[in-house]
């Protein structure tokens, strides 16, 4: 048996959802493609698919060894075709994991940019708030924003993240605008319930020395007329429509701004900007088609980024 043969099989089953649409693929006979995916059962000694008469589901250790399967036949045939291409045109599908709405207002434009520059690569966007393991679930790269911790991956910067403080005119002309963070307790504060621990999750790292006070007012005062939402999305809208203010991000928010549906208050006390990253695993041997969307991604947006641009 071919080791690296039963492998495809045993992905392209998965991937096309039966053995016969992975046969047609390959350009092989359903029996024989049955034959290789039995035979790496037997090599490895589990089970890796339950079969019935109309589909194949993916046993515990199964769901482990496919996505592993999947980087590891990706990163041969983009080794194979570097040595054919010299490195000169990057190919292959590009699975990238990105956040919900910063992928839904920023990310197309780019990833058709993107393609038109590299035909031959093709995009598999998962959007995701929460931190995917980009090894264990088959990722290329992952586009983050935060702070990030130091681990074994790489990290690009991309792109300065700047938090404003926001909230719709009608909104402050019936409660009064703030002139200083003391002015906040009587006002009602839309919350990012995801990620408590980021700097748009709450108003605690605004300013040294004040967080105990704060946190009383966020924690007392706010509490019973509170709005959280895990999608800064939601709680723009909500800041248009006048139920409070809400700290989020300008490539959310800036849209609004720019239309005079929401505005910015305390800029003098914004929090130290965050940042995109592209982040992906250190590898000897980088493929290609990651190393062109991470060189790609550099200076797309702007410095500053576009969404910045208030003038």
Known sequence: M?????????????????????????????????????????????????????????????????????????????????????????????????????????????????????????????????????????????????HLKSSSLIARRVAPIRLVLCASPEYLKRHGTPQSLEDLKAHRYLRYSYLEQEAGASLLRWLPGHETQLDAVVENDFMSSDFASNNGDVLVEAAIAGAGLALQPTFISSTAIKAGQLQIVLAEHEPEPMSLYAVYAHRQLLASKVRSFVDFLDGYFGDPPYWDRFD
């Open 2 to 146: 071919d080791r690296i043969d039963a492998m495809r099989a045993f992905v392209t089953v998965v991937s096309e959802g039966s053995f016969t649409r992975a046969a047609e693929r390959l350009e092989l006979s359903p029996q024989l493609i049955s034959k290789y995916v039995s035979q790496l059962e037997h090599r490895l000694g589990v089970r890796l698919l339950n079969r019935t008469t109309r589909k194949s589901h993916l046993t515990e250790a199964g769901a482990r060894y496919y996505p592993r399967a999947q980087q590891l036949l990706s990163d041969l045939d983009d080794m194979d075709h570097q040595l054919v291409d010299l490195q000169t045109q990057a190919r292959g599908r590009l699975r990238i994991s990105a956040p919900v709405s910063f992928a839904i207002r920023h990310l197309a434009p780019l990833l058709s940019d993107f393609q038109r520059a590299h035909p031959a690569v093709g995009i598999d966007l998962q959007l995701n708030d929460r931190k995917v393991d980009i090894v264990e679930e088959g990722f290329d790269i992952a586009l983050r924003i935060g």
